[in-house]
């Protein structure tokens, strides 16, 4: 979602994302997931000038809500990918009451 939002302005992933930067939807995220971010948002292929990400990302480091899963215990739910496994620890401990993806295949346990 935060890839397709910095490379389609006018989609609904931007809506999101403008949301999130505008207050109106509290992001969870903790170390993990926003060293994910950078990294995908840094990849050379999807040509995201890098002030660009380094701009959204403090944005989001700031507005979010920062969780700690450290401490978790073992999740109820199976995920297939161990790289998505932050977002469903982040999603549980903080009580979110959505998690926003376009990877349905990974989080489609959670419709």
């Known amino acids: 979602v935060l890839v ?13 994302l ?3 930067l505008g207050g109106k939807i509290l992001l969870v995220i ?3 997931i926003l060293k994910e971010y950078s990294e ?10 890098p002030d ?9 480091s700031f ?10 215990q073992i999740l109820p739910v199976s995920i297939r990918d161990p790289d998505d496994l932050p977002f469903a620890e ?6 979110a009451e959505a998690i926003v993806t376009g990877n349905l295949k990974q989080f489609g346990f959670l419709r």
Do not use: M, Y
């Open 52 to 60: 660009k990400a380094d701009a959204v990302l403090r944005s989001i």
């Open 30 to 32: 903790n170390e993990q």
């Open 4 to 16: 397709s939002a910095i490379l389609k302005r006018n989609s609904k992933p931007a809506q999101i």
């Open 90 to 95: 982040a999603a549980i401990c903080s009580g």
């Open 18 to 20: 403008d949301a999130v």
């Open 63 to 72: 507005s979010a809500e920062w969780v700690d899963t450290q401490s978790s």
């Open 40 to 49: 995908v948002l840094h990849r050379p292929k999807l040509k995201i000038p």
